[in-house]
C-alpha cells in the first residue's frame, strides 16, 4: 500500500467499511490501495470496468475512513481471507 500526495484523487466516491467489505473487496477487482496515515483515509482504485458481484458498475476510485494503517492491512486481509478470495487476488 502506497503514501503518495496528500490531496488526494478528483472524482471520488465515499464508502463505508461495511459496503468496502461486503460488494467491493469480494470481488477481486481492486488494483490498488494508497492510504494517508496522516489523514485516516484510503482511496481504493479499481481496475477499468469493474463490476460488483450482482453487475453494478463499480466507481473507479473509492474513499474509505480508516482507524491506522497497521489496524486497516490487518482488517483487509482477514476480510480477504474469510471472503475465500485466492491470495492472487488480494489487494496489492
Do not use: C, N
Not at 473487496?25 to 492510504?35: D, N
Not at 482511496?43 to 473509492?62: F, L, N, P, V, W
Amino acid at each position: 500500500m502506497l503514501a503518495p500526495k496528500p490531496e488526494g484523487p478528483v472524482g471520488t466516491e465515499p464508502i463505508t467499511w461495511s459496503e468496502f467489505v461486503s460488494h467491493v473487496l469480494p470481488t477481486g477487482q481492486i488494483q490498488k490501495i494508497i492510504v494517508f496515515p496522516e489523514r485516516d483515509v484510503a482511496y481504493i482504485y479499481t481496475y477499468a470496468g469493474a463490476k460488483t458481484r450482482t453487475g453494478e458498475r463499480m466507481a473507479a476510485i473509492y474513499r474509505l475512513g480508516i482507524p491506522s494503517v497497521p489496524k486497516f492491512e490487518e482488517e483487509v486481509r482477514a476480510a480477504e481471507a474469510a471472503a475465500r478470495l485466492p491470495p492472487e487476488y488480494w489487494t496489492p
